[in-house]
T-cell receptor, first 115, second 114 residues
Framework: GNSVTQMEGPVTLSEEAFLTINCTYT??????LFWYVQYPGEGLQLLLK?????DKGSNKGFEATYRKETTSFHLEKGSVQVSDSAVYFC??????????????FGPGTRLSVLP | DAGVTQSPTHLIKTRGQHVTLRCSPI?????VSWYQQVLGQGPQFIFQ???????GRGNFPDRFSARQFPNYSSELNVNALLLGDSALYLC?????????????FGPGTRLTVL
């Protein structure tokens, strides 16, 4: 079955440090890939997405590139801020047949940014 | 425009009881999905409904059921509650059911089973 693996957290960085959160996936077909962010006490918000190989998603200084050859979708940001402290979820989505959209999330990586 | 709304926000039940959670999708969205998020874990897929038909079901027991109404709102029902059902239940809507459709999440319903 489909699955998503993320680097374990928590990740603690100082403000303005470089961020990488690794994400790899297993899928039977050609999924779309997403990064969602969850701030304390809130639901999930879409951060960025990529729908085919070599696409780069970007938003708010975050970016991730869909690498089909390594089945990866690593999240990066050049300079993190305290306000980026949250839990980040990598997810994949496939669709097909009568089974609608199959959305699978990774376990999440908690990021803490210190001033 | 209003986002995805869920009710109630919080709920406390005892073992063996039944619970109904409600979700209203973003206007124009025809797909609603339900997820269970246990503390410290990623969301686990429970159901997807599209155009009022069940299109996907995750690995959850038959105590979990759902439906979608003609206005595309949805209910999630859980019977015979267990302590392990305590979680944040998230509803997400999307315009369709294709892989590239992003899902828009509501704030969730926090269910505590005592």
């Amino acid at each position: 079955g489909n699955s998503v693996t993320q680097m374990e957290g928590p990740v603690t960085l100082s403000e303005e440090a470089f961020l990488t959160i690794n994400c790899t996936y297993t899928a039977t077909g050609y999924p779309s890939l997403f990064w969602y962010v969850q701030y304390p006490g809130e639901g999930l918000q879409l951060l960025l997405k990529a729908t085919k190989a070599d696409d780069k998603g970007s938003n708010k200084g975050f970016e991730a590139t869909y690498r089909k050859e390594t089945t990866s979708f690593h999240l990066e940001k050049g300079s993190v801020q305290v306000s980026d402290s949250a839990v980040y979820f990598c997810a994949l989505s496939e669709s097909g047949g009568n089974y609608g959209q199959n959305f699978v999330f990774g376990p999440g990586t908690r990021l803490s940014v210190l001033p | 425009d209003a986002g995805v709304t869920q009710s109630p926000t919080h709920l406390i039940k005892t073992r063996g009881q039944h619970v109904t959670l409600r979700c209203s999708p973003i206007s124009g969205h025809k797909s609603v999905s339900w997820y269970q998020q246990v503390l410290g874990q990623g969301p686990q897929f429970i159901f997807q409904y599209y155009e009022k038909e069940e299109r996907g079901r995750g690995n959850f027991p038959d105590r979990f059921s759902a439906r979608q109404f003609p206005n595309y709102s949805s209910e999630l029902n859980v019977n015979a509650l267990l302590l392990g059902d305590s979680a944040l239940y998230l509803c997400a809507s999307s315009p369709g059911d294709r892989s590239y459709n992003e899902q828009f999440f509501g704030p969730g319903t926090r269910l505590t089973v005592l």
